[in-house]
Structures are given as C-alpha cells and as structure tokens.
C-alpha cells in the first residue's frame, strides 16, 4: 500500500525559505505525477506545483521563480523548494500522488509567513 508522508512546514519571516518534502512509501508502478497543492482558509485548494515521473515540471503562475519543484528518486522523495515567501503563501500544503488507478494524499503540512 502506498503512503504520502509530507514533512517540512513552518514560521518563516516574509522574505524567507522552507523546503517541504513529500516521501512515498510503497510499490509504484507505471505513469505517475507529484503534484504539490495549497489551502489557505476559506479559499479553494490551488495547485502549485507538479513533476511526473520522466521530470517533466509545471508551476503555478503565483509561485514561478519563487518555488522549485525537484525529486530524489533513490529515496521517492519529492521536494518543493519555496524561497521569497510571502504572507499570501500561508496555508497547508499537501502532497498528492496521482497514479493510474487512481491517487493519495499526504495528511498535509502548514506553511505560516509572518513577521
């Protein structure tokens, strides 16, 4: 059985930088994508960033050239690298596995910016 396993959150100041990481557990097989999304309260949860298994990456237009989608195949790691957060960029994040037969997600983890 496959398991989505987020880690990383945090308080950061405006400005600052995290790097979540999104660990898989279990056996994969065929076509599969990483995606990254985010929930701020009382907003609809919004992609921001996914990476399939032949590394091919997308980003969210509010997040390009801030964040870095990137993986590490020998541990089924996928990263999201945030750099210049902002305030706006609180919310939780979770990890989503999309396979063919279907995905799983991540129990999410909260990404706070404030001074």
């Known amino acids: 059985q496959v398991q989505v396993l987020e880690s990383g959150g945090g308080l950061v100041q405006p400005g600052g930088s995290l790097r979540l990481s999104c660990t898989i557990s279990?056996?994969?097989?065929?076509?599969?994508?990483v995606a990254w999304y985010r929930q701020a309260p009382g907003q609809e949860r919004d992609l921001v960033a996914d990476?399939?298994?032949?590394?091919?990456?997308k980003y969210a237009d509010f997040v390009k050239g801030r964040f870095t989608i990137s993986r590490d195949q020998a541990d089924n790691t996928v990263y999201l690298q945030m750099d210049n957060l902002q305030p706006e960029d609180t919310a939780v994040y979770s990890c989503?596995?999309?396979?063919?037969?279907?995905?799983?997600w991540g129990q999410g983890t909260q990404v706070t910016v404030s001074s």
């Open positions: 989503r596995l999309v396979l063919g037969s279907g995905d799983d």
């Open positions: 279990g056996s994969i097989s065929g076509f599969y994508v």
């Open positions: 990476i399939s298994k032949f590394g091919t990456t």
